[in-house]
């Protein structure tokens, strides 16, 4: 008879992880409502846009990619981003707490959200970087920017 097959018990011991602040929801719902509130009509945006500023706060060189962008008046050779499965994650879970609401394809913030994004802004200490950029931008981009944009990608921008 096989030794391995004689096992009684089996326990497992939690330990703590640490899990990176991309992948908590409550900071990438913070992501979302800043987005909304600092860069968007209305706090109003499509899933495209919420895409491109989540992908821009994820390093300071994306960050600089979109200010040249900006800078250059839209007309720099930037034209692909990175779509954030955890965006979709956050506002799932966003929609859920009923910080935004999904009407006719684009995302908004709640009465709820705003009073998110006023706590938020009103905190000195609190995401200072992404504050900072996305109060830089303001609201310059607009889907019609990014629709044009959108409009670039090809096979030449795919690399190996």
């Not at 390093?59 to 050779?77: L, M, T």
């Not at 999904?102 to 200490?125: C, M, P, V, W």
């Amino acid at each position: 008879m096989d030794e391995y097959n004689n096992i009684t018990k089996i326990s497992f011991v939690k330990r703590p992880i640490s899990i990176p602040p991309d992948y908590r929801p409550m900071f990438k719902v913070a992501q979302i409502v800043m987005i909304l509130g600092y860069c968007c009509r209305s706090n109003r945006s499509s899933l495209l846009k919420l895409h491109l500023f989540s992908w821009a706060l994820k390093s300071e060189g994306n960050i600089k990619k979109i200010i040249d962008w900006v800078d250059a008046n839209f007309q720099s050779d930037f034209a692909v981003w990175g779509i954030e499965p955890t965006l979709n994650r956050g506002l799932q879970y966003a929609i859920s707490e009923k910080v935004c609401r999904r009407i006719n394809n684009k995302f908004e913030l709640t009465d709820k959200g705003a009073q998110l994004f006023n706590s938020i802004k009103r905190d000195k200490e609190l995401l200072k970087t992404e504050k900072i950029f996305l109060n830089i931008i303001g609201k310059k981009i607009s889907d019609d920017k990014i629709n044009n944009l959108v409009k670039k990608w090809t096979l030449f921008y795919v690399k190996d």
